[in-house]
């Protein structure tokens, strides 16, 4: 486990919503090191809300409904004068960004320029600059209609929207079948209003990394490989590694972009062991608690970053630590089609530590630091003890009114926002 970064005191910080998984790690992460943690969030039951370390809960508008209002209610907020630091931890980031100039009159933030964030949070605009920084991705075209994506079909391989996290927007193609399934969700979710992408599907491990800049500088570095998938093709089990040639591209993409704040990047590991393929990008920390228990406190460096620090660079954080998340993987086993003695089975050796699990700390709900975060944990079990075929339902729960959809981004570039 890491040791907290140095602050001289503790801060009140506001986070900007509750319901991800990357959210729950960072307030534990704040919450081992003493920090005043404050949460806003649309759904009052939110994942954040069963942590011993939030101070106060706000409720406030939807982020993808109501971009606006969110916003006013996070600003109210700032006037208070109860906060030094505003953590984005999901999209609210590319809101927060494009308004950025006044927020900082109030409170201590870390992003970059509008414009720069806009360019990795974007799918489409990520694979440009890869071809931009000649950085390696899997053979990519951008359509824009239907009958430019019947023309780009190829099989196997993957097509994705530009604008999609948390696993949505993300088809595997392998036939026919498979093409017209994608195509009829594409078109029910106005998909070519922006860009689509079909990427040729390549084998090989997935691999994440995460990052904090400085004014494009890098500072901290931690990856991880996924050993085992959850629920949506997220990590259940991960195991960290140490990627130099990873780290040197993700440090060119924070430079070019005189990038401020945090960064991830996915990638293809391929069986060859040629260059990692760059597959996507989040303008954010997802799921830092790796790094933490891998010895390296991302989140306590953002939080340094924000407060308006320019620390040292970090040290490397170490390799082969795994890690799990009970709750993905008991979704995963369910939305996988496990049946209920499946499920025992994992609850078994989840409990146990014992099968996949041996050697593992648990990421998302450290019963042992935070008691409380056995209540959703316990709440899910059971659910899908009683009824497994719930597994897809239960894991598309967190996706929605704190999430960004292609309206609400367009309200946010609109010249009028704001």
Same mark, same amino acid.
């Given at each position: 486990?890491?040791?907290p970064?140095h602050v001289q005191?503790p801060?009140?910080v506001l986070v900007s919503? #509750?319901?991800?998984t990357s959210?729950?790690e960072?307030?534990?992460i704040l919450?081992?090191?003493g920090?005043?943690?404050?949460v806003?969030?649309?759904?009052p ?6 942590s ?6 706000h409720?406030c508008?939807g982020?993808q409904?109501?971009? +606006? ?10 006037a208070?004068?109860n906060?030094d ?16 100039q006044?927020l900082?009159d ?12 806009? +360019? ?5 605009g990520?694979s440009?600059l ?7 991705q899997?053979a990519?075209r951008?359509v824009?209609?239907?009958?430019e ?8 391989s ?11 927007g993300?088809?595997?193609v392998r036939?026919?079948?498979?093409f017209?399934f994608a195509?009829?969700?594409?078109n029910?979710g106005?998909a ?11 084998t090989g491990a ?6 904090v800049?400085?004014?494009g500088?890098?500072l901290?570095f931690h990856a991880?490989r996924?050993?085992a998938?959850?629920? #949506?093709g997220g990590?259940a089990?991960?195991?960290s ?6 780290r040197?591209h993700?440090?060119r993409?924070g430079?070019?972009l005189g990038?401020h704040?945090a960064?991830s ?6 069986e060859?062991?040629?260059?990692p ?6 303008p954010?920390?997802?799921?830092p608690?790796s ?5 390296l406190d991302?989140? #306590?460096?953002?939080l340094?970053?924000s407060?308006?620090?320019v620390?040292a ?5 170490r390799a082969d630590?795994?890690?799990h998340?009970?709750?993905?993987a008991?979704l995963?086993c369910?939305?996988?089609?496990g049946?209920?003695?499946?499920l025992v089975?994992?609850c078994?050796?989840l +409990?146990?530590g014992?099968?996949p699990y041996?050697?593992?700390a ?9 008691w409380i975060s056995a209540?959703?944990?316990a709440?899910?079990?059971m659910?899908l003890l009683?009824?497994?075929?719930? #597994? ?5 729960g ?13 309200k946010?570039?609109?010249?009028a926002?704001g």
């Amino acid at each position: 486990m890491a040791d907290p970064a140095h602050v001289q005191r503790p801060l009140r910080v506001l986070v900007s919503e #509750g319901n991800s998984t990357s959210v729950r790690e960072a307030i534990t992460i704040l919450g081992l090191s003493g920090h005043h943690v404050e949460v806003c969030d649309p759904a009052p039951f939110c994942l954040a809300r069963f942590s011993r370390f939030v101070r106060k809960f706000h409720r406030c508008p939807g982020l993808q409904d109501d971009p +606006a209002g969110f916003l006013a209610f996070v600003e109210r907020l700032l006037a208070t004068g109860n906060y030094d630091v505003l953590l984005p931890t999901h999209e609210q980031g590319f809101l927060f960004a494009r308004v950025q100039q006044r927020l900082l009159d109030r409170v201590g933030l870390a992003l970059p320029g509008f414009e720069s964030y806009r +360019a990795v949070h974007s799918k489409a605009g990520f694979s440009r600059l890869l071809d931009q920084l000649e950085l390696p991705q899997p053979a990519t075209r951008i359509v824009h209609s239907e009958s430019e994506l019947r023309g780009a079909k190829r099989f196997p391989s993957i097509i994705k929207t530009s604008v999609g996290t948390a696993s949505r927007g993300i088809w595997l193609v392998r036939d026919a079948r498979d093409f017209e399934f994608a195509l009829q969700d594409l078109n029910a979710g106005g998909a070519f209003a922006d860009e689509v992408l079909v990427q040729e599907f390549v084998t090989g491990a997935i691999e994440k990394a995460q990052a904090v800049f400085c004014r494009g500088e890098l500072l901290g570095f931690h990856a991880y490989r996924q050993i085992a998938a959850g629920a #949506g093709g997220g990590e259940a089990i991960k195991q960290s590694v140490v990627r130099p040639r990873l780290r040197s591209h993700v440090a060119r993409i924070g430079q070019a972009l005189g990038w401020h704040g945090a960064l991830s990047v996915d990638c293809i590991m391929r069986e060859d062991g040629a260059a990692p393929l760059l597959i996507d990008c989040n303008p954010r920390l997802v799921e830092p608690m790796s790094a933490y228990l891998a010895g390296l406190d991302l989140v #306590g460096l953002l939080l340094r970053i924000s407060a308006g620090e320019v620390p040292a660079k970090a040290g490397e954080s170490r390799a082969d630590v795994r890690t799990h998340l009970a709750m993905q993987a008991l979704l995963g086993c369910a939305a996988g089609g496990g049946t209920r003695r499946d499920l025992v089975r994992e609850c078994w050796n989840l +409990a146990a530590g014992g099968g996949p699990y041996a050697g593992s700390a648990e990421e998302l709900t450290p019963l042992r630091l935070d008691w409380i975060s056995a209540v959703p944990l316990a709440m899910i079990a059971m659910v899908l003890l009683a009824a497994p075929g719930r #597994g897809v339902a239960l894991a598309r729960g967190g996706w929605g009114a704190h999430l960004l959809d292609i309206a609400s981004i367009r309200k946010i570039e609109s010249e009028a926002f704001g």
